[in-house]
Every structure is written in structure tokens, then in C-alpha cells.
């Protein structure tokens, strides 16, 4: 497969993995709407929690396939922004403090992170950004800045992140009621979506300007 090949496919990752999520969505939706076999409450409470995965699970699959569409694109990480060199940086000391090794294993992999900017960048491709199991403003602004998207967009949706999606989520999974309506579901799933749909277009800017390269101009 070329990298203009692994290119496409990852671009397309961010429109197909979005839209999946969001069928699954609009059918919770009608599920809440319609009279069923469940209680609507039932629903809704099963609701929340799905919208917080869906959230979770579009910015870490997204963000890791970015690290990945990035490796491809350049040899070394003397090529790419300082944000990256710490990912690499990081998988270098994992490497260190990772069984037991001798003083010569230990001091090769030393040797490996003063000369970092000449490594292969392909590493990237192993690296699994964390959410921390709990996608609130401030890991996700931290994941932003990680994969050259401007967090800043996003500060006045950090009050829903965090009450509204992770709270909420936290509330239920751990066995509370709570009530949610239909019109409010859809208010907070359309506001939700509405941020993973501006996510998907800054990770799409930045790729496609290749703002991950050190040499990069605005």
C-alpha cells in the first residue's frame, strides 16, 4: 500500500468512524421518542452512558489513526513539532523503565533519546493516547494540543464536557437515576456531535496543511 493509499484511508476514517456513531445515535433518538417495550427513562439512562463512548471512543480512535497518518509522512522526528518528539521521548523511557536490563541495554537507550531527531518516526504508530477512561475538557485539550488542534476552539464546551457528558456518565454507570427527557437528549446529543463534528474538521485542517511538521507556517 502506498502512503498516498494509507493517506486516503485515513481521511476517510474520520468521516466513516463519525458516521457509524452517529446512526447509532439517531436511533437511540427514535428509540426515545417511540413507545416501546422499555420505559423511556430505561432508555435514556442507557443513552448517556452510549454518548459518552461515543465521544471517548471518536477522539481516541481519531487522534491514534493522526498519529499514524503523521509517521507516514515523514522519516525522522527531526521533521515533526517538539509535541511529537515528547511522544517519542516518552516510548523511550517506557523502554528504560521496562524489565530488568544491564548498565550497556541502559545506556544504548540513552544514546537512542540524544539522538531522538534521528530516529525513525514510525514509533508513533505504536503510541496509544490515553483518555484516561474519563474524557473530561482538560484530557481532551491535552490530546488537542498533542495532535496540533487548537483546544481553544473548544473552551466554551469545557462546563458540558465535563457536567453534562463525563458527569452525567460517571452518574449512571455507577448505578443512579436520573431522569432524562427526549427533547433534552436531544439537545445534549446534538450539541455533542456538534463538537465531534468541528473535532473531525480541525483534525482534517491539520492534517491536510501538515501543521505536525517543525518546518510548518501558518
Given at each position: 500500500?502506498?502512503?498516498?493509499d494509507?493517506?486516503?484511508?485515513?481521511f476517510d476514517?474520520?468521516?466513516?468512524d463519525?458516521?457509524?456513531?452517529?446512526?447509532?445515535?439517531?436511533?437511540?433518538?427514535r428509540?426515545?421518542?417511540?413507545d416501546?417495550?422499555?420505559?423511556?427513562?430505561?432508555i435514556a439512562r442507557?443513552a448517556?452512558?452510549?454518548?459518552y463512548?461515543?465521544?471517548?471512543g471518536?477522539v481516541?480512535?481519531i487522534s491514534?489513526?493522526?498519529?499514524g497518518?503523521?509517521?507516514e509522512?515523514?522519516e525522522?522526528f527531526a521533521?515533526?513539532?517538539?509535541?511529537?518528539?515528547a511522544?517519542g521521548?516518552e516510548?523511550v523511557?517506557?523502554q528504560?523503565?521496562?524489565?530488568?536490563k544491564?548498565?550497556?541495554?541502559k545506556?544504548?537507550i540513552?544514546?537512542?533519546?540524544?539522538?531522538?531527531?534521528y530516529?525513525?518516526?514510525s514509533?508513533?504508530?505504536?503510541?496509544?493516547?490515553?483518555?484516561k477512561?474519563?474524557l473530561?475538557?482538560?484530557?481532551f485539550?491535552?490530546?488537542?494540543d498533542m495532535?496540533?488542534?487548537?483546544?481553544?476552539?473548544?473552551?466554551?464546551?469545557?462546563?458540558?464536557?465535563n457536567k453534562?457528558?463525563?458527569?452525567r456518565?460517571?452518574?449512571?454507570?455507577?448505578?443512579?437515576?436520573?431522569?432524562?427527557?427526549h427533547?433534552e437528549?436531544?439537545?445534549?446529543?446534538?450539541h455533542?456531535?456538534d463538537?465531534?463534528?468541528?473535532?473531525?474538521?480541525?483534525v482534517?485542517?491539520s492534517?491536510?496543511?501538515?501543521?505536525f511538521?517543525?518546518?510548518?507556517r501558518?
Open positions: 500500500m502506498t502512503t498516498a494509507r493517506s486516503s484511508r485515513f476514517l474520520l468521516d466513516s463519525l458516521t457509524w456513531r452517529l446512526d447509532e445515535i439517531n436511533q437511540l433518538r428509540a426515545l421518542s417511540n416501546g417495550i422499555l420505559p423511556a427513562e430505561t442507557a448517556i452512558v452510549l454518548l463512548a461515543h465521544w471517548e471518536y481516541k480512535t491514534t489513526a493522526f498519529l497518518f503523521v509517521a509522512q515523514v525522522t521533521e515533526l513539532r517538539r509535541e511529537f518528539c511522544i521521548a516510548q523511557f517506557a528504560l523503565r521496562s524489565g530488568e544491564r548498565i550497556r541495554e545506556v544504548d540513552l544514546d537512542r533519546l540524544h539522538r531522538l531527531d530516529e525513525t518516526a514509533t508513533l504508530k505504536k503510541y496509544q493516547p490515553s483518555t477512561s474519563n473530561r475538557y482538560e484530557v485539550s491535552e490530546l488537542c495532535i496540533c488542534v487548537d483546544a481553544d476552539q473548544f473552551e466554551t464546551d469545557k462546563n458540558f464536557i453534562i457528558i463525563c458527569d456518565r460517571n452518574y449512571v454507570a455507577h448505578g443512579n437515576e436520573l431522569s432524562v427527557d427533547e437528549f436531544e439537545k445534549v446529543s446534538e455533542l456531535l463538537i465531534m463534528r468541528r473535532f473531525k474538521d480541525s482534517y485542517d492534517a491536510i496543511h501538515q501543521r511538521l517543525r518546518m510548518y501558518a
